[in-house]
């Protein structure tokens, strides 16, 4: 083979990661690229999202933004009060990310970016998708060959054979097992302890309140923060929807660790936990009709030893998965789709041939421009929650002088999703024009290791 975009591409699962990586490989001219994703269709819950200038960045180059965009609430500002007074502890404005960025700082539904993205791979005749389509096993891991197998609902297993395996297969990753398993090493959960109920209030449903409506029809993005517990809130799709995303300990799920990742909620439960924050968040909480709570455990893990086996890597929260408190999840899953698919394309093409062990080599460069990045913003999502949750004491006298001093000053904030500093490093991110400058030095640099008998 003489043309890397004849190569045939796999991915594993059709979340935010596994649709990113096809539209992806597709933009850069590959012609062959097979989805599998258990699930029958998209099914995307209602909820939420960020949607921050480096995701953008990434969304334009594929032509996905402008809907995105047109749909979602530009964030002016963010406001942290204390959950149970209402006071605003801080006031960060964000008017000017856009200057800053060259693009805003944007929170939209889920739905709009996940239908953007199908949209965009049912576009490219290369992309095949395969719905009710579950991997059964990982039969080979290449880079000479790659096989597995998978099963469609009710149907008869068949083996697929690619030369790239994509693994996008959530934070539940098989794929992650097998290959971690084959190499001694394993994913070692970590307990985060959290729980987060995820809720969207209609229109209609805050009409009779003006307090409601204020926060429906601005374009602030509002943290309410107690002891281990928080609430974020932002209007969407719109302004008809106001969508906020809790957080508090983990005590439905505690008894079965590993089994069960949402589970439907109660609301007395629910407003018991929050019992003791202001009126007007007990009134939001309040509207959600009796049934439809909807609460998530939060998970992490320890950094795993490697992302990459032969020509199968793993991408997005099968190995990085994150607590939702700087909202980069979804972002770092679709940034790893971009940078994989410019690292593979960057192949290079040896006398008149791709060589398998090249493949493998791209592979591992982008788990090297990758994970040092996603496991910083992992750690730093976990500090800003242990930070927002702390109770009576010196921390927590600390922190407020720190939101205060912010207040006065406009400098870093303790929450670090709106502080400034944080968010510089974040949003000016350009994870292709980085893959694209990297490739080159990352990719020999492998090949020397490999030729010193340092690389497995
Ligand atoms: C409360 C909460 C709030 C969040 N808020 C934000 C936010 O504001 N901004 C943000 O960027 N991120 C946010 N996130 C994180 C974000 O949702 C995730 O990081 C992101 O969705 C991960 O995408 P993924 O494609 O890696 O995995 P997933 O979305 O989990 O997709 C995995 C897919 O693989 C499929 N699959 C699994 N196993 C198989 C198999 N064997 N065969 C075939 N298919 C399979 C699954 O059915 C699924 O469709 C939040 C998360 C939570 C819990």
């Not at 970016?113 to 080979?140: D, K, R, W």
């Not at 009796?290 to 320890?302: A, D, F, I, P, Q």
Request: charge should be negative; proline fraction near 4%; include cysteine.
């Amino acid at each position: 083979m003489s043309d890397v975009t004849d190569l045939r591409i796999s991915v594993i699962g059709a979340g935010m990661g596994g649709l990113a990586c096809a539209l992806a490989f597709a933009k850069k001219g590959f012609k062959k690229i097979d989805v599998y994703e258990t699930a029958s269709n998209l099914g995307f819950v209602g909820a939420g999202i960020q949607l921050a200038p480096n995701l953008a960045r990434v969304l334009d180059r594929w032509g996905c933004w402008a809907k995105i965009q047109a749909e979602a609430t530009t964030v002016t500002s963010s406001s942290i009060r204390e959950g149970s007074t209402n006071k605003e502890l801080a006031l960060v404005q964000m008017g000017d990310v856009s200057e800053l960025y060259g693009y805003p700082h944007c929170v939209g539904h889920r739905a709009s970016l996940a239908g953007s993205l199908f949209e965009g791979c049912q576009n490219e005749p290369a992309i095949t998708f395969h719905f009710s389509t579950a991997l059964e096993s990982l039969n080979a891991f290449g880079p000479d060959k790659v096989s597995f197998t998978v099963r469609p609902r009710g149907g008869e297993t068949y083996e697929v054979e690619t030369d790239i395996l994509l693994a996008a297969d959530g934070i539940k990753s098989s794929v992650r097992t097998a290959l971690l398993r084959s190499i001694n090493s394993s994913a070692e959960v970590e307990d985060t302890g959290q729980a987060a109920y995820r809720i969207m209030l209609s229109r209609s449903q805050m009409a009779h309140d003006p307090e409601m409506l204020e926060l429906l029809d601005s374009d602030c993005a509002l943290r309410w923060i107690g002891e281990k517990r928080h609430i974020v809130a932002y209007p969407i799709s719109n302004k008809s929807i106001y969508n906020l995303s809790t957080c508090q300990p983990d005590t439905n799920f505690a008894a079965a660790p590993s089994v069960t990742y949402t589970t439907r909620g109660d609301k007395s439960a629910m407003l018991k936990v929050y019992g003791d924050f202001c009126p007007l968040v007990l009134r939001m909480l309040d509207l959600v009709p009796e049934g439809e709570v909807c609460e998530w455990r939060l998970r992490s893990h320890k950094p795993l030893e490697r992302w990459t086996l032969g020509a199968v890597t793993l991408i997005g929260d099968a190995c990085h998965p994150t607590l939702p408190h700087l909202g980069q999840g979804a972002t770092m899953a679709i940034e790893d789709a971009a940078v994989v698919a410019e690292c593979v394309s960057a192949v290079p093409v040896v006398d008149g041939k791709i060589e398998r062990d090249a493949l493998s080599r791209a592979l591992q460069v982008y788990e090297l421009l990758r994970k040092d990045r996603t496991y910083s913003l992992v750690e730093m999502a976990a500090f800003s929650g242990r930070t927002l949750h702390l109770g009576e004491g010196q921390a927590k006298e600390e922190r407020d002088r720190q939101f205060a001093e912010a207040r006065k000053k406009g400098n870093a904030v303790p929450d670090k999703w709106a502080s400034p500093d944080v968010q510089k490093m974040i949003y000016s991110h350009d994870c292709v024009t980085e893959a694209q400058e990297k490739f080159a030095e990352l990719f020999s640099g492998l090949a020397t290791e490999r030729t010193n008998g340092v690389a497995k």
